[in-house]
């Protein structure tokens, strides 16, 4: 999933029970941490006393899970279904769980969660992240509560007074949404060349990109060169495909962007999802990112201040590979110990110098595609290879996020990688070029 490529955008349209709701317990307020990987926020949820990781998604109505990652989960009264959503696919199987027991920090609890369990293991986003994650929360977390999301801090704020909460908004930028199939949308101006064209876009957390649009569902539409034909990710029933490029501005109210990236999945992408009337895309989270957001969904409004990510450029991954997590792998590392002194005639002499290895776990990565004609395609990297080091760097040592930091650094770096090919070393370099540039038209 999702950023330019580590989205995942995930669509339910079920209805279920009004109990289904997330409450705080003797307080005013209770405050939620969270890890922000690749524009996307993930939380700890604890569901039947086990501790499992959820991506936190406007763009999802329902909770669900995709993967335990060995852990041990209890759960009653399974019912088997299907869902649909992005992707070529009609649909998959699944089941649906009622009266779960969530919790979400130490106050706020859902004593009625009802939980539907994808079985299709491609679902399994942990090593595109590089951290476990087992399921999706959605609608549930914000229906009942005003919510602050601090993205310079990493920490999510529910409030159980309303009047806390205005206060705390007070000076923000307030904005109308609407509430349609559990999740919200907003009217934004988007400038594909010099005209502005006020779109209805879905707020969506789970989408790391910073703009969505719907070719299809756009009168009119013509794509802004230079465009590059890619892999935009995953969605219930396969994978998206489309074009990016970059659009001339953006705007919500006040606030605007220049030369954002855009990405344009196509019309077989998008054929089983269950669209509202007039949408034409998604807000995500490169955009997002950019402020501390305050969701109100009973008021139907959301609050906006720029935060200090609201200047960054808009980076696209340079390389033309995607990347994956492949698990974990014992690594031996050499330790020096103190050396060892003998006292000679009230001198000090060395006698001993001795050396520890120490195992740890250490994380495996491997290329998981690379897109054609790209600077990755022209040096001879494959799907599958294994990466060893990066400009000298050992990726054992490196996270996931830091190997797609460095893909979108600087156009004109130049990249050496050390890989592994059915167990033969291999060296392969290229310079990171960015295939579309903003040209005026």
């Not at 922000?36 to 501790?51: E, K, R, S, T, W």
């Not at 010099?194 to 969505?212: T, V």
Request: proline fraction near 4%; charge should be positive.
């Amino acid at each position: 999933m999702k950023a330019e490529r580590y989205f995942w955008v995930f669509f339910l349209g079920i209805l279920v029970s009004a109990q289904n709701s997330f409450e705080i317990r003797n307080a005013k307020k209770t405050v939620i941490p969270f890890k922000l990987i690749n524009n996307l926020i993930f939380i700890p949820v604890n569901v039947n006393g086990a501790d499992l990781t959820f991506l936190l998604d406007t763009g999802v109505a329902e909770t669900s899970i995709f993967s335990l990652e060995n852990k041990e989960l209890k759960l009653t009264s399974l019912e088997k279904i299907k869902f649909s959503g992005l992707g070529g696919n009609a649909s998959i199987d699944g089941f649906r769980s009622d009266h779960n027991v969530g919790r979400i920090g130490k106050d706020y609890i859902n004593d009625s969660m009802t939980l539907f369990i994808i079985v299709d293991q491609d679902f399994n986003i942990s090593s595109h992240v590089g951290i476990p994650v087992n399921g999706i929360i959605g609608y549930h977390f914000f229906k009942n509560h005003p919510v602050i999301i601090d993205y310079g801090a990493k920490k999510i704020t529910v409030y159980n007074d309303e009047t806390l909460f205005k206060k705390k908004v007070k000076n923000y930028e307030q904005f109308s949404i609407s509430i349609e199939k559990n999740k919200p949308y907003i009217f934004a101006d988007v400038e594909i060349t010099h005209e502005k064209q006020n779109s209805k876009l879905l707020i969506d957390l789970g989408n790391s990109d910073p703009i969505w649009l719907f070719p299809a569902l756009i009168p009119g539409f013509t794509y802004k060169r230079p465009y590059i034909d890619d892999f935009l990710g995953r969605g219930f029933n396969g994978d998206v495909y489309g074009k990016r490029s970059r659009i001339h501005h953006f705007y919500l109210g006040k606030f605007k962007f220049e030369k954002p990236l855009t990405a344009m999945p196509d019309e077989y992408s998008i054929q089983h999802v269950n669209q509202v009337e007039n949408r034409r895309g998604s807000i995500g989270g490169e955009i997002i990112r950019r402020f501390t957001i305050g969701f109100d969904y009973a008021r139907q409004k959301i609050y906006l201040k720029k935060n200090r990510n609201f200047n960054d450029p808009f980076h696209f991954n340079m390389s033309g590979l995607d990347f994956k997590q492949d698990g974990l792998e014992w690594t031996k590392d050499m330790v020096s110990l103190p050396a060892k002194n003998n006292t000679v005639n009230g001198g000090s002499e060395v006698i001993n110098n001795s050396l520890l290895y120490n195992f740890v776990l250490k994380p495996v990565f491997s290329i998981a595609g690379v897109r054609k004609d790209s600077p990755g395609a022209r040096a001879g990297l494959l799907k599958d290879d294994k990466l060893v080091s990066i400009n000298g760097k050992k990726t054992a040592d490196m996270t996931l996020l830091k190997i797609m930091d460095l893909m979108k650094s600087e156009e004109g770096r130049r990249i050496e990688m050390l890989i592994e090919r059915k167990n033969k070393p291999m060296t392969l370099s290229f310079i990171l070029e960015d295939p579309i540039p903003y040209e005026e038209q």
